[in-house]
């Protein structure tokens, strides 16, 4: 299994990304403590995010809009 993680440090909306390369499911950390599983993510969609200026931003265009989140208990 190829999981990949990218911490956010800058970000006001999110903490962390991993993405597993074998399930395609990108798991994304929020600011607020909650954490949602978005599954058929693309690897470019994760790499995507680790050059995006605004993770929100692309969270909202690229993630969000496009995939479908279940949270992680």
Same mark, same amino acid.
């Given at each position: 299994?190829?999981?990949?993680?990218? $911490?956010?440090? !800058?970000?006001?909306?999110?903490?962390?990304?991993?993405?597993?390369?074998?399930? !395609?499911?990108?798991?994304?950390? @929020?600011? $607020? !403590?909650?954490?949602? $599983?978005?599954?058929?993510?693309?690897?470019?969609?994760?790499? !995507?995010?680790?050059?995006?200026?605004?993770?929100?931003?692309? @969270?909202?265009?690229?993630?969000?809009?496009?995939?479908?989140?279940?949270?992680?208990?």
């Amino acid at each position: 299994m190829t999981k990949h993680v990218h $911490d956010t440090p !800058g970000s006001s909306h999110t903490i962390q990304w991993e993405h597993d390369d074998e399930t !395609g499911v990108l798991t994304i950390h @929020f600011a $607020d !403590g909650s954490s949602y $599983d978005y599954e058929n993510v693309p690897h470019e969609k994760y790499l !995507g995010a680790t050059t995006a200026t605004s993770k929100g931003q692309y @969270f909202h265009r690229h993630i969000k809009k496009q995939h479908t989140g279940t949270p992680r208990r």
